[in-house]
């Protein structure tokens, strides 16, 4: 029976029991057969409950920012169903995630390439490919690759165009292939495209100890004496020497402006500003003539877990700006670098990860990565990067954090608590004991003023009655 022909049939049903109600028993089982639409769907149904069960028990993890906010608003949350492939798109399985600067703005708001949340960060990442899209011709499936995006990268698979994928080479592991990227292409890009770095000039590198101050650093040690001036940490300063940092400088006790001018006196070639703010000023006024100011970030506006709107305001309120006949007279250029806006450059961005990968296999180049972590500990991670402890790249890796570490984790919590505790008591203690000890010093000379003044009393009597 069709489905055309069981309405049909219901109409005659119908006014045959109104015509002879005694057939009753038997319109009423003509109308029982399933219609058609209904059989076609609980036969087809088999089929369809075989795929579903499928799409619907793949799943896998994924970091999403909730929010605005602090550490605690990226959160580790599971996805459900099978990633759908367009054409020249490439499913990866991810091992390993770069953690960047702008990662710690877009939790504050502060980066406009990141879409609102709840949205997954993350601008790159290593791993396999799984599955490949129609119209792909120069991937399959296995391939190890480093990947470039947007966002959406701090998850167990990933989906993204072909072309924003780059084969890993040989010896390279997932680390570091998810340390490269973003880091070595934001350097590259600024020394040679921007800069013209050429043999004998002088670069100053602001957060020498990170990821794009180590890579900046390499690239310079790429081109026959270069002198590299390179803000850090006094901790940190051994390291960076090491790495190829000519002057290491502690910008939390000398000024840098100052540090620079007493070894180079006419001031820089090249300049790498990712601060933003008061900094700028000062980093044009360190140019020499001919000299490159490059500013590619606002590292000033962040200050604490949460947006400081005192940081921004401060930062906006300072902001660098200058009249065209200002540069001309000063024979300097002032040059603004942002990687998140070349994401549809995709072949000027290939081109410069060839120069930079050929760099790795020769040996010139090398990711240093600082430490890895779990998915599960990002907001550890973050606090790392943001409180400036790391020296290199801080990495997230997929690998399900073992049970025995997430039972550690609690425990190393508690005792941080219970030391904060003990500290916060033996704090209150010297308090209390200072305060104890000001109370009793306080009370000695009154004790001893009645005293001082009862003897003159005494004495006084004594001279009236000679």
Same mark, same amino acid.
């Given at each position: 029976?069709?489905?055309?022909?069981?309405?049909?049939?219901?109409?005659?049903? &119908?006014?045959?029991?109104?015509? %002879?109600?005694?057939?009753?028993?038997?319109?009423?089982?003509?109308?029982?057969?399933?219609?058609?639409?209904?059989?076609?769907?609980?036969?087809?149904?088999?089929?369809?409950?075989?795929?579903?069960?499928?799409?619907?028990?793949?799943?896998?993890?994924?970091?999403?920012?909730?929010?605005?906010?602090? $550490?605690?608003?990226?959160?580790?949350? &599971?996805?459900?169903?099978?990633?759908?492939?367009?054409?020249?798109?490439?499913?990866?399985?991810?091992?390993?995630?770069?953690?960047?600067?702008?990662?710690?703005?877009?939790?504050?708001?502060?980066?406009?390439?990141?879409?609102?949340?709840?949205?997954?960060?993350?601008?790159?990442?290593?791993?396999?490919?799984?599955?490949?899209?129609?119209?792909?011709?120069?991937?399959?499936?296995?391939?190890? &690759?480093?990947?470039?995006?947007?966002?959406?990268?701090?998850?167990?698979?990933?989906?993204?165009?072909?072309?924003?994928?780059?084969?890993?080479?040989?010896?390279?592991?997932?680390?570091?292939?998810?340390?490269?990227?973003?880091?070595?292409?934001?350097? $590259?890009?600024?020394?040679?495209?921007?800069?013209?770095?050429?043999?004998?000039?002088?670069?100053?590198?602001?957060?020498?100890?990170?990821?794009?101050?180590?890579?900046?650093?390499?690239?310079?040690?790429?081109?026959?004496?270069?002198?590299?001036?390179?803000?850090?940490?006094?901790?940190?300063?051994?390291?960076?020497?090491?790495?190829?940092?000519?002057?290491?400088?502690?910008?939390?006790?000398?000024?840098?402006?100052?540090?620079?001018?007493?070894?180079?006196?006419?001031?820089?070639?090249?300049?790498?500003?990712?601060?933003?703010?008061?900094?700028?000023?000062?980093? $044009?006024?360190?140019?020499?003539?001919?000299?490159?100011?490059?500013? $590619?970030?606002?590292?000033?506006?962040?200050?604490?877990?949460?947006?400081?709107?005192?940081?921004?305001?401060?930062?906006?309120?300072?902001?660098?700006?200058?009249?065209?006949?200002?540069?001309?007279?000063?024979?300097?250029?002032?040059?603004?670098?942002?990687?998140?806006?070349?994401?549809?450059?995709?072949?000027?961005?290939?081109?410069?990860?060839?120069?930079?990968?050929?760099?790795?296999?020769?040996?010139?180049?090398?990711?240093?990565?600082?430490?890895?972590?779990?998915?599960?500990? &990002?907001?550890?991670?973050?606090?790392?990067?943001?409180?400036?402890?790391?020296?290199?790249?801080?990495?997230?890796?997929?690998?399900?954090?073992?049970?025995?570490?997430?039972?550690?984790?609690?425990?190393?919590?508690?005792?941080?608590?219970? %030391?904060?505790?003990?500290?916060?008591?033996?704090?209150?203690?010297?308090?209390?004991?200072?305060? %104890?000890?000001?109370?009793?010093?306080?009370?000695?000379?009154?004790?001893?003023?009645?005293?001082?003044?009862?003897?003159? %009393?005494?004495?006084?009597?004594?001279?009236?009655?000679?």
């Amino acid at each position: 029976m069709s489905g055309e022909d069981a309405p049909a049939q219901q109409q005659d049903a &119908v006014e045959q029991k109104q015509e %002879k109600p005694s057939e009753e028993p038997k319109t009423e089982s003509k109308t029982e057969p399933t219609p058609a639409p209904a059989a076609a769907a609980a036969e087809a149904s088999p089929a369809a409950t075989e795929k579903a069960p499928e799409e619907e028990a793949f799943t896998y993890r994924a970091l999403v920012l909730t929010g605005y906010g602090g $550490y605690d608003k990226v959160k580790l949350q &599971v996805k459900k169903g099978k990633p759908v492939l367009k054409a020249g798109e490439v499913q990866v399985q991810v091992k390993a995630c770069g953690l960047n600067f702008a990662d710690l703005l877009g939790r504050q708001g502060l980066y406009d390439r990141l879409p609102s949340p709840p949205v997954t960060p993350g601008m790159e990442c290593s791993g396999v490919i799984e599955a490949v899209g129609e119209e792909v011709t120069d991937r399959k499936v296995g391939d190890k &690759v480093m990947v470039m995006s947007r966002s959406g990268l701090w998850q167990e698979v990933a989906v993204v165009p072909a072309v924003h994928t780059f084969p890993i080479p040989e010896g390279m592991s997932f680390e570091e292939a998810a340390a490269l990227p973003i880091n070595y292409v934001t350097a $590259y890009m600024m020394l040679f495209d921007f800069g013209n770095l050429r043999p004998n000039q002088s670069v100053l590198v602001h957060s020498a100890a990170g990821g794009v101050g180590i890579a900046a650093t390499q690239l310079c040690q790429t081109v026959k004496d270069v002198t590299v001036f390179g803000t850090a940490s006094a901790s940190k300063h051994e390291t960076i020497s090491q790495g190829g940092v000519t002057h290491p400088i502690d910008y939390r006790t000398k000024d840098y402006v100052e540090e620079v001018r007493k070894i180079s006196p006419k001031g820089l070639d090249i300049i790498l500003d990712p601060l933003g703010g008061s900094d700028t000023h000062k980093a $044009y006024n360190l140019l020499k003539p001919m000299g490159k100011l490059i500013a $590619y970030g606002a590292a000033n506006m962040l200050a604490g877990q949460k947006k400081n709107l005192l940081a921004v305001a401060k930062n906006w309120y300072h902001q660098f700006s200058i009249h065209t006949l200002s540069l001309i007279q000063g024979n300097k250029s002032v040059c603004g670098f942002h990687l998140g806006y070349l994401d549809g450059e995709t072949e000027l961005i290939s081109q410069v990860m060839d120069i930079v990968l050929e760099l790795y296999k020769q040996g010139k180049i090398k990711p240093r990565i600082d430490s890895t972590w779990h998915l599960e500990q &990002v907001g550890d991670a973050m606090r790392k990067m943001q409180e400036r402890n790391n020296i290199g790249k801080v990495i997230l890796i997929t690998e399900p954090m073992p049970e025995e570490e997430k039972k550690e984790e609690p425990k190393k919590e508690d005792k941080k608590e219970e %030391k904060k505790k003990d500290d916060k008591k033996k704090d209150d203690k010297k308090k209390d004991d200072k305060k %104890k000890d000001e109370a009793k010093k306080e009370e000695e000379p009154k004790k001893e003023e009645p005293k001082k003044e009862e003897e003159p %009393k005494k004495e006084e009597p004594k001279k009236e009655e000679k």
